[in-house]
Structures are given as structure tokens and as C-alpha cells.
């Protein structure tokens, strides 16, 4: 069973930065790749930024060069560092590992997530 523990949100005003956390059990954190998502009101849930197992990272246009994700194999946890918050990003984010098929993170091209999605954690970006 995949186990996974999202915090790390909270509300900030534009330019500010927060760093989400995720904690995964052992046998899920060293095996797969893990990914953040985020879900804003009325949206349908967007892959942000996910990281292999062997440090190749990807993030989604809207990220780029504000984001970073990272993982800690000795706490089991990988991280989404986020800088230069913009309203845009206010969602409730989550994480999640995932079945890479080929490097593409698309489920139409086999990728697959493996856990349950919880109750995330919100962002709130004020302007």
C-alpha cells in the first residue's frame, strides 16, 4: 500500500516562497519516481514537478525557474521548493508516486500513479 503524507502549505503573498514535503514509505520512495500535482478550483489536477528515482526532474512550463523538487532518501521524502509564488499557483497540491513508462509522465502513454490521492495541502497566493 502506497503511504503518502503531503504538508508543507500555507498562505503567502506574491513573491514569497514555501517548500512542500512528502513523505513516502521506504519501499515506494527508492523504487519509483515521485511527482507533485496541483489542483486549482475549477481545473482539472496538473502534473508541477516529478523526480526518478534517479534524479532526473521535470516540471511544468508554468514552474519553470521557480520551482525545484528534490527527494531525501534517508527521510523517504522529496520536496517541492517553490519561489516567486505568483495567485496562479494557489491549489491545493499533492504528491504521489508514480510508474514512469518510457520518461513520459502521461497516463496515455502508460505512466500510471500509485497511491491513493489524499487530502493534499493547500497553497494560497495572495496578490
Known amino acids: 500500500q502506497v503511504q503518502l503524507v503531503e504538508s508543507g502549505g500555507g498562505l503567502v503573498q506574491s513573491g514569497g516562497s514555501l517548500r512542500l514535503s512528502c513523505a513516502a514509505s521506504?519501499?515506494?520512495?527508492?523504487?519509483?519516481?515521485m511527482a507533485w500535482y496541483r489542483e486549482a478550483p475549477g481545473k482539472h489536477r496538473e502534473l508541477v514537478a516529478g523526480?526518478?528515482?534517479?534524479?532526473?526532474?521535470k516540471f511544468a512550463d508554468s514552474v519553470k525557474g521557480r520551482f525545484t523538487i528534490s527527494r531525501d532518501a534517508a527521510k523517504n521524502t522529496v520536496y517541492l521548493q517553490m519561489n516567486d509564488l505568483k495567485p496562479e499557483d494557489t491549489a491545493v497540491y499533492y504528491c504521489?508516486?508514480?510508474?514512469?513508462?518510457?520518461?513520459?509522465?502521461?497516463?496515455?502513454?502508460?505512466?500510471?500513479?500509485?497511491?491513493?490521492w489524499g487530502q493534499g495541502t493547500q497553497v494560497t497566493v495572495s496578490s
Open positions: 504521489n508516486a508514480i510508474l514512469l513508462v518510457n520518461g513520459d509522465y502521461r497516463e496515455d502513454r502508460g505512466s500510471r500513479t500509485l497511491g491513493s
Open positions: 521506504e519501499s515506494i520512495f527508492s523504487t519509483y519516481t
Open positions: 523526480i526518478t528515482s534517479g534524479g532526473s526532474t
